[in-house]
Each structure stands twice: as structure tokens, then as C-alpha cells.
């Protein structure tokens, strides 16, 4: 990690050679480069067009929100902001922010367990839940208590000092992953660097760093330094590396030296497949689509090849010991989730979910922080029955879930498939929802993939915060339509997820700045609008009704510009 | 119309100059052009990659189907198919498919009244409703049934013979519509036709030609005579533009001409906005958005200047007259239908809501085909009510709604947004989605646009076709997961709703042709996938679990080759 004395380790070498940073995250040095610099050439990352970064202050904290100015009298609107702080040399990496809040529970009362989960079970609330309370519109009490009870948690490595602290649980504001990472055929440092800059700017919430292929250790570095927000990895990954690519030769030792190697360089949780157990893998037998979660189908390989326990599974405690001491959060992986709609909410998937529960209950003995992953390929009239199992079999544990996916038809569109079922998950209580880009079942996705699916999550997310009645999500919405239905355009443009997209399918018809203070737009011309209309109901109606007619004809009544929908 | 003795009318003249043809639409003269060729450029619409236009054979009856072909030793997989005959040249129209069958009814025991709900309540088996039970694998008996309670409909005007028949109700396969015609700011005949065409080839069950510039009723002949799907007017447009777009100047007589001109050259569906009644306009006056509708603030214009009852409403049965003697059905429009989520569910909703039931009740008198128009904005949470109420109020006459948008903040991605929210409510029972193209409060969709907003409408409609178990609607997933899981890549393209893009995905990153045989991807690269080892799980479970390790471990047991999903 950034620390070291010794620089960082570049390629992924067997063991944990790189497991032994000073541990508090204070280093000055620059990320270190050796031969060509691994990052060069990384496009700037810009801003949201009449936004600025702005900070909620209280005691001593700052905490970031991306306030947008409007036209007029309107005040200026707060929105939750991700991107983290602006203009920073990724070489460099971002500010500590946390570190004298990490360094000061070392120096007092450090018991060896530095989970917030830890703390907040001892009535401790630490600057990390004070910010998050701020972040959420709650008490910090509030957050205590649901980290205390599982019910959420605040993945924050004490190792990533970087990230601003964030909350996942059904309690808070439905949350968004996107992944990211490299493959052995195809993507550079670079590129998964700015894949994560890009996230964070459109709103990702955490992001997993996927990579299988070479320089692990190294991408997983660039990444950590240069992100706000927590950072997830399924380590088996790196580990099959290490075996050059024997499942067989897979054991506890070398899984429990790759999980301290990451945990040290700051990966705030960590996907593991301890539910995979033996038993439950001829259940997959008869499945449409089998295995197909990656980390799920190498355990399988591996308990089938020795006939085995799940070595995940039987060792969990002392995976927990290396979790706590670094505040990791487990993301129980679902290997055998559904990859497919036919395969949704079947034994195997039922079977391994019961597990994740009973292993929860492990983790929280350990105070370490826990969500858990589910599928995956859900048609509709199945989504709220797994949520519900969900619930009650860990229980309340954050869900974690990918898609769901309601339709097995669409590949190129399964940001679409997915967000549906993501929506409807959400407002049911999952906490967080792993985003799937366009090229999902096809490729891994470039910059405009990774865009197009955090946008469709943030839809779902936010769509969800609106069903489950969040106090405060709809009022982005009536800001919006407040603008929309005023004709302020660069407002409306301003407000929404993407505004330089939406000025783009505006400007595609109507490109003269005059057109921006105009009362219609191209859909329906300037004598077809509804704006005008409403205006003179609403005087109608504060005056009564009554005889009110030749004096409205009298006022002179052409109907009059624009209109909100393009429909009848 | 196309078999008007004395050729057509170009331009949209006041009254009903185009309202006499011959009815019978079995003229054989092509389309005329006066001056320039106004589709002169029309793109060719290509078909889709395997597939061919095939057709089941029944008795006098040639239903169409794409088939795909399929490798291997997989049969051919048949889709139901919207895109009409093939390879015609637009200046000449499609084949008139159901002119005899017309020309039949007529020459025998014409009532006068000849809407596909009067022969279903008189028991007869019309050759559409046989053709229909075909395309839906259900019993002529029971697509009868559907239409003569109402709870279906055929929509199929007289004059529009080129249509293939299809049907609208809660318990067929969920239907979707797409929206084309030009404004007073955009767009060409050529456009429109164009977008017409493609809109079908991906799948538009339905098309609304909502035209509100220059050459409303020319370039609705164009879309009428060249549309194999049933074709929407909201006549309200043309009316204000006969009146030079002031409102105070419709009036009954203007209408009701204005509806014979269209009925004439074939126009399927009206939406009409009788529901609009004076009363329930001062119930907008505290929206957020105030009336959104088009025709909805046209009508309420007209309520407010004279002080009077909508004339729509007053004199609906002189309506129904016009639609029973063509056959047009009813589209109730929802004039108040909310503008953002804020005003969903809301009195000013819901009271027209109620005189929507009470207009079915009179249509249904008539019996003339009725359907109810939908919003619009509504937050997950107040979908299902939504439903339940139209269901309830409406006694089960088909529901059309458009999206709705589950959330306001994302113009540019409102087809993502409303595609939520239009699985859902398909699901609970609407028959027919109203795309939202990513245009949507920004512009006019051009052909790009058309095409993301019906494949995402078609993603929305299948997966309310699974979550509603609707028999065979989940054999293409699970021939599309089949074929995924087996690394059929090009089965996999072929029978998705894209296949262009999902070859292009997948070969953005492996371009090779030996990569459409290969047993990985670019996302996990060749050492992470999980088909091999479901296809040993398979072995083992077929030869029961014990003692099998070490004969596995002796077959050679290499991780081997692709994945699923790019996910943990």
C-alpha cells in the first residue's frame, strides 16, 4: 500500500508479500511508478454544468454534497454527491480524510476489533457515523443503533483512509455498486482508474474492482488511493492467480494471506463464497443455467475435486479474524445464484441463502460487519417472496443484490432487464444493488457501459427511495418537475441524473439559446402546450368559478406554447 | 384513402373533404404523389440475422411468425411477429389482407354496426378472431369470449384492411404502442413512414400517428396504408388545426367531421378526451404539474372559455355512432393524468378516472370497442392501486397506459424509467404499454429513439408476460439461456429482441469468428468460467456423489473456459 516503506509491489506474486504496511495510512508519498507510468494519459473527469462541490459543516466534519444553482428566485439544490474531492493527480491520490479518526481509536482503547460494528456494539459513535448521519438526513444515534443490531453497515477499511463514509442498509437511501476491473483479454490500469472516477462522478455508491487478469495487486492500488467510496473484491480471484489457474491447489492459508495482503492495502469488503457447501452443489444438477457465478463455480470445483467441505465454509472464523482486525465487511457471495429466470428461487439458491444466514450469525459474534449477495435472474412475481426469505433467514442483514434481471431476453439491454427488477428489490428493502451494464453476458463493459449502468441504478435506487417513502427523495422530483413545468430548461437539464444528455436531446431540434426560455419545445410545437392553460385554471380557481367565462374569453384565451409529455 | 375514386387529398383542409371513399378498401391504384415524392428516400428496413417470415397454416389462414433458425440440433424457435409483409414498395401500400373477409360481412347481414364486439356478442367467429386465437395459442371460442364482455380488444377499422389482426386485453400477451408523427417544428412524411416501418420491425404491436404540423391527413394516409399494425389518432389535433389552433372554436359538428375523415382512410383507435368534464378542472389547480395531456388542456381550454360541459362527454353517443359503423374502437384519454409523480392517484385523476366508466358503460351499449388511457407519473408504490381502480371502475375494459415513470429525474432515460414502472403495472393487468422513447420531455424521437423505446417497451411487456405466467411466454428465455449456457453465441444473439447489438457487444472485444465458438468471453477471459463445471457436477450427480473425488480429480479437472455473468 501507499505506506510502505518499501514501495508497493507491482504483479501479484504468490503469499502475502505485500501484507505488512504501517497499517495507519498517513503516508505523504506519491504512488509510485515504475517504467511507463501506468496511468498516463488519463482523461479529465468533468463537472456537472451549474453545480459545486459544497460542504455541510457540523463540529468538526465537512461532508460533500454537489449543490446545484437555479434560475430566479429558486433556491439553490443539495444533491448526495459520490465524486469525491476534484482536481486531485491520481498519481497522488486522494486526501486522508480519515486518518486522524483511525489513528485516534488506535492511540485510545484499540481493542484488536476496529469494526464500526465493533464500536457502535460499545455505544461508541465515531466520526464515520456522525458524517453518515449528516450524509442521510438521520441522527447519529440513529446509525449507531442500526450498525449495532446488523441491520446495516459502514464498510470503511481502517486501511482507506480516502473514502468518505457511507451507509448500506434498508433503513438509508437505497445504495449503488458498479463494478469495474480488468480481464486477461482486454483493459489497462488506466482505463479502470478512470472506469472508477467515472462511476463515483455519476453516482456509484461503492465499486468492486473485478480483475482477474494481470497487475491484480497493482489496479487494485490505483484504484483504492483514488476512491472515495468503499471498494469491494472477491479475492478468490487473485488467489486462483496464484495457483495459475488449479482450483484444486486452493487452500485456507493461501486464501487467508490474500485476504491480509488486500485488507491491507485498504478493500473495505470482501465478496466470499462460504455458502457454497458440498451438499448443495448436485442441486445445481438439473439447473437451466448451473453454476454461473464465477467465485461460485471455483468452490464447486474445489469440493467436488476433494470431496470436501467447502474450506470457506469450515474456516469462517478464522476468515473473521483477519476481517475485524482491519474492519473488512463481509459480502457473502451467492454462488449459486440464478443465471437465468428459469433457475430463480430454486433449492440450490434457497439452500446456500440458508447457509449465509447461519454464517451471519458467525460474523456478528465476531462484531464484523456483514451484508449479503443475491441474484441475479428474478422474473417480477418472484422478487418480493426472496427478499422476504432474505429477511428473515439473515435476518435483516443488508441484501446485496445484482439486478435483478426480470427477463432473460435482452442481452445488449440488461442495464433495462435489470434496472426492473433492481426498482422493485429496492422498494421491497434490498440496501444496495450491483449495477449491469449494457454489455452484461457479452463483454466487459468501456466508459460509456459503466455510465449507461450507473445512471439505469441510480434511476432504480432513487425510484425505490421514492416507493419505500424515504422523508426527503421526492424532492429532487417535484424540483424537477417544479422547473419542467415552469419551462425553466436548464434547470430541468440541471436537476436530472445526466444533464449534458438531456440538453443534448433538446438542443438535437432546438439548438438557439432562445429556445431555452421558451414555453414549448419540439415535441409539440408553440400551439399545443398545457403551461397556459393551467396558469389560467389556477386564477380560475382562486377566484371561483362562477361567471368566470366571458371574462377569461375577454382576456384573450389563445392557446399558448409547449407542453411537458409528447403523447395525446 | 387509397381506393378513393378520385385520388387523394394532400393537405388537411377544414371538414371532412377526404370523408367519402368507397369503404370496401379493395382498390388496387398506388398511392399518388403530387409534385415531389414525399417518402422519396425511404431506408430499406432490414430483416433480422437466421430468422425468416414464416407463416402457421389454418384452414383459410396464414398467421405470421419470425423463425429463427437455430445451430445444431436445436429446432427452429418461431416469435410473434409485428413487421407485416416484407419487400413491398411503400408507394403501393400493403396487401389487403383482410378485404374479403370485410367485403364478406358486409355483403351479409351488415348491420350497420361493425365492430369486432357487435359479431363476438352475436356469437360469431370472425376470420380476425380465429387469426388472433392463432397468434396467441388460445381457442377462437375464448378471444370471443374477451371481446363480447369487453375485456378485450380487436381494433381493425374497415378501411384498414392491410392490418393483421391482433388483440388488447388482460389476458393475452401484454401489448406495446409506439408514437410516431411530425410537429410544426419537425420532421417529414418520409420520417414518419420510415419510423412506422421500423418501429414494427422491432416489435410495435400498435402505432399512434400523432401529427400535429403541416399534412396531418396526407401523412396519415402514407402510415395507414402502409401499416400492418393498427393505427391511433388523437383527432383533437386535426380539429384545432382546422380551426387555426384556437380552441374556443371546436365544437361537435367539427369532430364529429373530422372523425368520419379519419375513420375513412382507416384510423383503428381514437383517443378522445371525453372525460375531461368541466367540474374536475379546478382540481388541477394545486398540481405540481397541472394538466400535462395535450388534448386533456385542449378540452379543459374549451370547458373553461365558454363555461360549459365538455362536448365530448355531452354528446358521446353521437360519437359512438361514428366508431360502431367503422369499426374504430375507443381509447378514453386520461386528460388529467398526472405530469410528475407528485400528482399521481390524485382527486383531479381519479374523478376522471370514474367518468371513464361511466363513457365504457355507454360505448359498451354501442358495442364499440373500449379501451382506457393511463398515466403517466406514478412512484412504485401506487401502481398496483392504480390498477386495481381502473379495473374496478372500468370493469375490466383493456387498460393502455404510458410508462408510467416511476421517478422525474432522469430526462434523456425516461424509457429506462417508465420501462420500470410498465412491467409493473403489465404485470397487474394492463394490457397495452405507451412507450416513452429517451426523448421524452426533451424532443421528437427520431429513429434511434423509436427503436430504443420499443425494445425497451418489449422488455417491459415480456417480463409482465412471465411475472403473469402467461403459458409459453417463458419458452424464449429458456432457449435463450439454453443457448448461453451452451455457448451458442450466435443462438444467443439471434434469440434476443436485438441481435445486431448483441453481436456488436460481443464483438467490440472478440472480434473473431472463432470466438462465436469459444466457451468464454472477454469478461472473465478463459480460466474463469463455470460451464465446465456444471457439466461435471452434472456427471457426478447422474453417478451419485460418493467416492467420486478421486476418479474426477483423475479425469483431469482443469478450470476451463468462459462465464455467465461478469459478476462475483
Redesign the interface.
Known amino acids: 500500500m501507499l505506506a510502505k516503506g518499501d514501495g508497493m509491489s507491482h504483479g501479484n506474486g504468490n503469499g502475502n508479500g505485500n501484507g505488512n504496511g504501517n497499517g495507519n495510512g498517513n503516508g505523504k508519498k506519491s504512488l509510485p511508478t515504475v517504467g511507463a507510468d501506468p496511468i498516463a494519459g488519463l482523461p479529465a473527469i468533468d463537472g456537472f454544468p451549474a453545480s459545486e462541490k459544497a460542504y455541510v459543516e457540523a463540529d468538526d466534519l465537512r461532508v460533500p454534497v454537489r449543490r446545484i444553482h437555479l434560475q430566479g428566485d429558486n433556491p439553490p439544490f443539495d444533491v448526495y454527491d459520490t465524486s469525491g474531492p476534484q482536481g486531485i493527480d491520481p498519481h497522488h491520490g486522494l486526501p486522508k480524510l480519515r486518518a486522524p479518526w483511525i489513528a485516534g481509536r488506535l492511540a485510545n482503547g484499540d481493542t484488536g476489533n476496529r469494526s464500526q460494528m465493533h464500536y457502535a456494539r460499545r455505544g461508541v459513535i465515531t466520526p464515520e457515523m456522525r458524517f453518515v448521519a449528516i450524509r442521510e438526513s438521520v441522527t447519529p444515534e440513529f446509525v449507531r443503533d442500526e450498525l449495532a443490531s446488523g441491520r446495516a453497515i459502514l464498510p470503511a477499511n481502517i486501511h482507506h483512509p480516502e473514502s468518505e463514509p457511507m451507509i448500506i442498509g434498508k433503513n438509508f437511501l437505497v445504495k449503488i455498486n458498479a463494478?469495474i476491473g480488468n480481464?486477461?483479454?482486454?483493459s489497462t490500469i488506466a482505463e479502470e482508474v478512470d472506469k472508477l472516477r467515472w462511476a463515483v462522478k455519476w453516482g456509484a455508491d461503492t465499486v468492486?474492482d473485478?480483475s482477474?487478469?494481470k497487475n491484480i495487486h497493482e489496479t487494485r492500488e490505483w484504484i483504492i488511493r483514488n476512491s472515495p467510496v468503499p471498494i469491494g473484491t472477491?479475492p478468490i480471484?487473485q488467489c486462483?492467480e496464484k495457483v495459475h489457474?488449479?482450483?484444486?491447489k486452493l487452500n485456507i492459508d493461501l486464501f487467508i494471506d490474500t485476504l491480509i495482503e488486500q485488507a491491507e492495502q485498504g478493500v473495505d469488503y470482501f465478496?466470499i463464497h462460504a455458502g457454497v457447501r458440498l451438499a448443495y452443489?448436485?442441486l445445481?444438477?438439473?439447473?437451466?443455467?448451473?453454476?454461473?457465478?464465477?467465485?461460485?463455480?471455483?468452490m464447486?470445483?474445489w469440493c467436488?475435486?476433494?470431496?470436501?467441505e467447502n474450506f470457506l465454509y469450515t474456516e469462517f472464523e478464522r476468515i473473521c479474524e483477519v476481517m475485524k482486525k482491519y474492519d473488512v465487511a463481509f459480502s457473502l457471495?451467492d454462488g449459486l445464484r440464478p443465471?437465468?429466470?428459469?433457475d430463480a428461487n430454486d433449492r440450490a439458491q434457497l439452500a446456500e441463502l440458508e447457509t449465509l444466514g447461519e454464517l451471519t450469525d458467525i460474523a456478528w459474534k465476531h462484531d464484523v460487519q456483514t451484508m449479503i449477495?443475491g441474484p441475479?435472474?428474478v422474473?417480477?412475481?418472484k422478487i418480493k417472496e426472496n427478499v422476504e426469505i432474505q429477511m428473515k433467514v439473515c435476518k435483516e442483514a443488508p441484501f446485496y443484490t445484482?439486478g435483478p434481471l426480470?427477463?432473460?431476453?435482452?442481452?445488449?439491454?440488461d442495464?433495462?432487464?435489470s434496472?426492473?427488477g433492481a426498482?422493485?428489490i429496492g422498494?421491497f428493502g434490498t440496501a444496495m444493488l450491483?449495477y449491469v451494464t449494457?454489455?452484461?453476458?457479452?463483454?466487459?463493459?468501456?466508459r460509456d457501459d459503466v455510465k449507461d449502468g450507473v445512471?439505469?441504478y441510480?434511476?432504480?435506487a432513487?425510484?425505490?427511495d421514492?416507493?419505500?417513502?424515504h422523508p426527503g427523495a421526492?424532492l429532487?422530483?417535484?424540483a424537477?418537475?417544479?422547473a419542467?413545468?415552469e419551462f425553466r430548461w436548464e434547470d430541468?437539464?440541471n436537476?436530472?441524473?445526466?444533464p449534458d444528455?438531456?440538453k443534448?436531446?433538446?438542443d438535437?431540434?432546438?439548438p438557439a439559446p432562445a429556445a431555452k426560455g421558451a414555453h414549448f419545445?419540439?415535441?409539440?410545437?408553440?400551439?399545443?402546450?398545457?403551461?397556459k392553460?393551467?396558469?389560467?385554471?389556477?386564477a380560475?380557481?382562486?377566484q371561483g368559478?362562477a361567471?368566470?367565462?366571458s371574462e377569461?374569453?375577454d382576456a384573450g384565451?389563445?392557446?399558448y406554447a409547449g407542453?411537458?409529455?409528447?403523447?395525446?
Not at 421514492?466 to 417513502?469: E, S, V
Open positions: 463494478n480481464s486477461a483479454v482486454t468492486m473485478l482477474t487478469g472477491v480471484y486462483l489457474g488449479d482450483p484444486e465478496t452443489i448436485p445445481t444438477a438439473s439447473r437451466t443455467t448451473g453454476i454461473v457465478s464465477r467465485g461460485g463455480s471455483i464447486a470445483k467436488l475435486s476433494h470431496h470436501r457471495g443465471g437465468s429466470t428459469a449477495e441475479g435472474h422474473p417480477m412475481h445484482l426480470v427477463t432473460d431476453i435482452a442481452p445488449g439491454y442495464h433495462i432487464t434496472a426492473i426498482a422493485m422498494w450491483c449494457p454489455k452484461e453476458h457479452l463483454g466487459l463493459p468501456n445512471i439505469a441510480k434511476i432504480a432513487h425510484a425505490a421514492l416507493a419505500k417513502g421526492r429532487r422530483d417535484d424537477l418537475s417544479k419542467r413545468f430541468q437539464f436537476l436530472s441524473l445526466d444528455t438531456a443534448d436531446f433538446h438535437e431540434t432546438l419545445c419540439s415535441m409539440c410545437g408553440p400551439k399545443f402546450c398545457s403551461m392553460i393551467t396558469e389560467e385554471v389556477r380560475m380557481a382562486e368559478m361567471a368566470k367565462s377569461f374569453r384565451s389563445t392557446l407542453s411537458d409529455d409528447h403523447h395525446h
